[in-house]
C-alpha cells in the first residue's frame, strides 16, 4: 500500500496546476503543456507525484488524482468510462453498459463494455480493479452514438437503438441470450422504441444475421408489426445463422434462415 508523503511548495502548486487544467486524467503530454516543460521533465515529476502517492499510474504516461480525502495511492477508478475514453478512443461504451445507463436492463456488471478501433492485445484487462471487455469495431460503424457528461469530459455511448442492434449482432455484449432477449423487450416497452431506426441501423452495419434474429423475436413477441417484420424478411442474406452463436442449436427456423434451441421454439413460430 503506497502512503501518501509530503510536497515542497513548488510541487503542490505545480500539481495543482495540472489538476486543475486536466479534466480526469493527466498524461504526461497534458502536464508538459500546463506546466511549459518538457515532456521528459513532465514525465518526471507525475512519476515522482505518483511516487508520493499523490498521483495513481493508470499505463505509462496516463495518471488519476488521488483524492485528498484518500490515505492511500491504492484507489479504485472513479469514473472507468474516463479511463475506456482516454485508453482506447475512439470508442463508445456498450453493450450491457450502455444497457445500465438507459434503462434497459435491471442486472448489474462490474465489467465495462468498450467498443473500440483499436485492436488492442489484451481484451479483457483489469485497470485498478475495474474489469473492462473491449470488442474491436471498425471506424466507419461508429454512429448511433451520444455523448454524455462525464464529469467535465464528454463520452460516447450507443443510444438505445444501437445497443440493442449490437447485442442482435453479438448476443454475448448483452451477457448472453436471456439477458440479450431482456434488453429487448425492455426497449419495445421504453420511450426509446424505434423499430425503423433498428432496421436503418443494421442496414448500416451490414451484419445480415442480424435480421434474421430480429425478424424472429418481433415474430415471437410483437407479431402485429408486420411491416418491420417483412422489412426484415426481404433483406434476408443466405446462409443460415444461429440465434446465439455460442449456445447448441436444433430446430431450423427456414423462412428466418435461423438455428434455434428448442427451448425457444413456439408452434406460432415454426414453419
Do not use: H
Amino acid at each position: 500500500m503506497k502512503v501518501l508523503s509530503g510536497l515542497g511548495k513548488a510541487d503542490r502548486e505545480r500539481l495543482a496546476a495540472v489538476i486543475r487544467g486536466t479534466k480526469g486524467t493527466v498524461s504526461v503530454g497534458d502536464a508538459a503543456d500546463i506546466l511549459e516543460v518538457s515532456r521528459v521533465a513532465a514525465a518526471k515529476m507525475l512519476a515522482r507525484w505518483a511516487s508520493k502517492g499523490w498521483l495513481s499510474r493508470v499505463r505509462r504516461g496516463l495518471y488519476v488524482a488521488v483524492p485528498l480525502e484518500s490515505r492511500t495511492a491504492d484507489v479504485a477508478l472513479e469514473d472507468p468510462w474516463l479511463i475506456a475514453d482516454q485508453l482506447y478512443g475512439p470508442c463508445y461504451i456498450g453493450g450491457w453498459s450502455a444497457a445500465e445507463y438507459w434503462d434497459l436492463t435491471e442486472q448489474i456488471f462490474r465489467t465495462i463494455v468498450v467498443m473500440t478501433t483499436q485492436k488492442p492485445r489484451d481484451r479483457t484487462p483489469i485497470i485498478k480493479g475495474t474489469s473492462f471487455m473491449l470488442r474491436t469495431v471498425q471506424e466507419r460503424t461508429l454512429f448511433g452514438l451520444k455523448p454524455v457528461w462525464r464529469g467535465q469530459v464528454k463520452v460516447s455511448v450507443s443510444d438505445p437503438s444501437r445497443t440493442v442492434l449490437d447485442m442482435l449482432s453479438d448476443p454475448s455484449l448483452g451477457g448472453g441470450l436471456r439477458p440479450t432477449v431482456d434488453v429487448f423487450t425492455n426497449y419495445l416497452k421504453s420511450e426509446n422504441r424505434d423499430l425503423a431506426r433498428l432496421i436503418d441501423y443494421a442496414e448500416r452495419l451490414g451484419n445480415g444475421a442480424v435480421f434474421k434474429r430480429l425478424g424472429f423475436l418481433l415474430e415471437r413477441w410483437e407479431p402485429e408489426e408486420q411491416e418491420i417484420i417483412t422489412a426484415c424478411r426481404t433483406r434476408l442474406t443466405t446462409g443460415n445463422a444461429r440465434l446465439d452463436p455460442t449456445l447448441e442449436a436444433d430446430r431450423l427456423v427456414t423462412r428466418w434462415r435461423l438455428w434455434v434451441p428448442e427451448s425457444w421454439i413456439k408452434e406460432k413460430v415454426i414453419d
